[in-house]
Each structure stands twice: as C-alpha cells, then as structure tokens.
C-alpha cells in the first residue's frame, strides 16, 4: 500500500498549534495575573483573549517569543491599558457635556475623571510583583474561586471554569455538552455581569467563607468530571477530554489548597478514571463492571488515587468525597466482582447517607446489599425508593430494578423496567446496552 503523505504544517499552522498549547497550559496563570492587574475579571479575560488574537498574527511572522506566557500577559496589560485610556476619554467627554447642564454635576464628573485617569497613570509599571512566581498560585486559586463563586448559577460555574481556569474554547465546552456554541456564549458573557454586578472581589477568601467557595469550586469540577466519566446524552458513554480536564484542574486544586476533601475529590477522580480503558469496548459500547478486563486497569492511576486518599482523613473523619474515593478503592484492589469487599461497601454507603443523604446514594447502597445479601434484599430498598416517588425521571432506578428482578428470576418484570430504562436514558451508548438486556419480547401465545 502507497504511503500517503501528510501535507507540511504552514507556520500559521504551527503557530495556532502552539498557542492551543500554551493558552489551555498557562491561561489560568495569565487571567489571574491580569485580572490581579486590572481589578476586573471581565476586562482581565477579554484583553487575554485579544492577546491571542494577536500572537496568531505576530508568532508566524516573528517566532514564538522566548517567554510566550509574558509575551501574551505583556499584550494583554497593553490592550487593558488602552482600555483604560479610552474609559477614561469618553469620561471626560461625558463631564464635558456634563459642565454644559449643571454645575454640580459638573464637579461630580471631574472628580470621576480625576479617579479614573489616576488608575490609569499609575497601571504602567505599578505592580512589579505581576509575574513574582510566588503570587501565581494565590491568583490561579483566586481565579477558581471567581469561576466557582455561589452567585453564579450551576452552569455558568461550570462554563466559566472551563473557559478561564481550564483553558477550553466556546466551541470545546459546547461540544463537550452537546449544547450550541452561542449558549457557551451567552453563559460566559452573563457570568461576566454577573460577577461585575455583584463586586465580586479578586481574592482567596479566609474563614468559613474560604470552606463556602472551596466546596464550590470541588462541586463544580465534580460535575465536570461526572458528565466526562458518565455522559448524560450523546452517542459517546465517555468523554475522555472532559474527565482529564477536571483531574487535572482537581490536582490543580490540591496543590493549591491541600485540605483532605480536595485531596478525597482527586482520589475518586483518579481511581474511577482509571477504570476508563476498560469500560469502553472496540466499537465504543459501555462494558459493565463484571464484564472489565482488569488487566487494562490503569495501575498508575490507582496508585495515585490511593495515595490521595490516604490524605483524605480530617480531624473528624472522611467528607463526602473521600468516601465515594473508598468505595471506589474497594474496586479498584479486588481481583473481581465476586472477590470485591462489598460488605465493606455497604457500610461505607451507610456512612456517605448520613453526612450526604440522596436517592442515589440510597440507590448505590441497595446494589451493594444486593451484592453482599442478595437480590431480594437490594429490591425492597429500591421498592421502597418507587414509593417515595424518588429518581422518576431518571433511568437510574429502573435499571437497577431490572437488574435486581432478572436476579431473582422475574424476567418479564425486569424486561419490562429495562425498556423503562432504556426510554429514559439520553446516552445512546447506554440505551443500547438497557435495550439488549431486555431482550427480545416473548413468543406470542397460540389460540
């Protein structure tokens, strides 16, 4: 067979490839610094953005600088102080206009001037500790406290983070959630105003209000993780870009501030992740626990889960994320299903709902019953989660059912909740595996 040869990479090519690079490496670092620079979060991510406009235009004509981080940090505090230079003339046009209507509004608007034009003045050259690598840090875990801050909504948490911490475009996010690219957009841009709005300060907060925003900001990259590991819609069970992305922003976060529930939330990261070469079959099928090939485990990824969780234990014991991590510790040490410590994984299941009581914890507990006790016992705590009304949206319950009931032997029953499952699922690699176990419907009965 004839080797078809790749066309050469154009240094326009090569220079976007490079930018692509360094912005998803640094761009957590260069927000931060500016936006330590600016005192405005919203002007600190549009110059940044400017500035790589501009170096795909310069890189190719004239090399990539030696430093590309401050070249790109040192564009964009040029472009913010163009920005300021122009608020501050169209103040003055205003205080202009101003003097012509009213005397004393007049002197409220130069005072204004006067204020704007002295931040100006004093920008250039004002901050020498702008790349003082022992800030950086205290601005990238500023910055994640910004992105993650409470008086966002759920997804613009989640948008914001990716796009200013995690580096990731518009379109990257969009794809990531299967949402248009104009609603990322949109997200951003509200967040943003949001933010402003809200005098958000650009700062590491203290105190109880410190443990707030870190819970926050671990909710956040949770999600993120989750819907990479899990994804809710789509044709793709996994999506390995979003997964990595929030291991690495969660390691990020544990170097930054290395409290035991981060470093619970990086092990469950990295232990379930470590699972992904083999839940995923040759044409892209969910592969269900019992039926993984252990071997394709990643062993190195487990070590590191491990050691994360044995820094995970506070003063009064695991969080919420450390648990979910021992659990998944319990998978990731057996040699199989049947050899796995699930009476371990009950108890432990009993411990997360009375610190984080959910249905889905509940939900969780009963398969590990089932595993440890057997199917009958696992089925009335589902039973008893269908008349509570808990989960009935989702195909969660209805493919444990199915699975509880096809244990026991009730196979029409059990059909009839994996089509249930299956209806309600939105992955449609998930759905195609909730439709082959129910299998083909039953002969008709002759007359």
């Known amino acids: 067979m004839a080797r078809v040869d790749r066309p050469a990479l154009t240094e326009q090519d090569r220079a976007r490839r490079t930018v692509e690079a360094i912005w998803r490496i640094e761009s957590a670092r260069i927000v931060g610094a500016l936006t330590r620079y600016t005192r405005d979060f919203e002007l600190a991510e549009d110059v940044a953005q400017e500035a790589l406009a501009a170096a795909l235009v310069s890189w190719p004509r004239d090399g990539t600088p030696r430093d590309p981080a401050a070249w790109l940090i040192a564009t964009a505090r040029r472009r913010a102080i163009d920005a300021y230079r122009r608020r501050a003339g169209r103040d003055e046009r205003y205080a202009a206009l101003a003097h012509g209507l009213a005397e004393g509004e007049a002197t409220s608007g130069t005072g204004a001037v006067a204020a704007t034009t002295s931040i100006v003045a004093g920008e250039p050259g004002s901050d020498p500790g702008m790349f003082d690598p022992d800030r950086i840090e205290d601005d990238v875990l500023a910055l994640m406290f910004v992105a993650c801050h409470p008086v966002l909504s759920r997804e613009a948490r989640i948008a914001l983070t990716l796009r200013v911490v995690g580096g990731l475009t518009s379109e990257e996010i969009a794809r990531a959630f299967l949402v248009p690219v104009a609603t990322v957009q949109a997200r951003i841009s509200r967040a943003k105003k949001t933010l402003a709005a809200a005098h958000v300060p650009f700062e590491v907060p203290d105190g109880a209000d410190r443990a707030d925003r870190l819970s926050s900001v671990r909710g956040v990259l949770y999600v993120i993780f989750t819907e990479g590991s899990s994804a809710t819609s789509g044709d793709d069970w996994i999506r390995h870009d979003l997964a990595r992305e929030a291991v690495r922003l969660t390691r990020v ?122 199917p009958d016992l696992g089925l009335r705590i589902v039973d008893g989660l269908v008349e509570q009304g808990q989960l009935a949206g989702t195909h969660l319950l209805p493919g444990v059912r199915g699975e509880l009931l096809a244990r026991l032997g009730r196979t029409a029953e059990a059909r009839g909740e994996f089509l249930r499952a299956a209806e309600l699922c939105g992955n449609a690699a998930e759905r195609t595996v909730l439709t082959r176990k129910a299998g083909p419907p039953p002969p008709a009965s002759g007359r």
């Open 253 to 374: 976060l544990a170097r930054l501030a290395p409290e035991p529930e981060t470093f619970g939330l990086l092990a469950l990261l990295e232990l379930t992740a470590a699972r992904f070469p083999a839940r995923v079959g040759p044409s892209g099928e969910p592969v269900l626990l019992e039926d993984q090939d252990r071997r394709r485990w990643d062993r190195a990824t487990i070590v590191r889960g491990r050691a994360a969780l044995r820094r995970a234990v506070g003063p009064s014991g695991m969080g919420p994320y450390a648990l979910q991590a021992a659990i998944a510790e319990c998978h990731a040490v057996a040699s199989s299903v049947a050899q796995t410590d699930w009476e371990r994984i009950v108890v432990l299941y009993e411990a997360l709902g009375r610190i984080a009581p959910s249905p889905v914890v509940d939900l969780n507990r009963a398969v590990a019953v089932a595993m440890a006790h057997g």
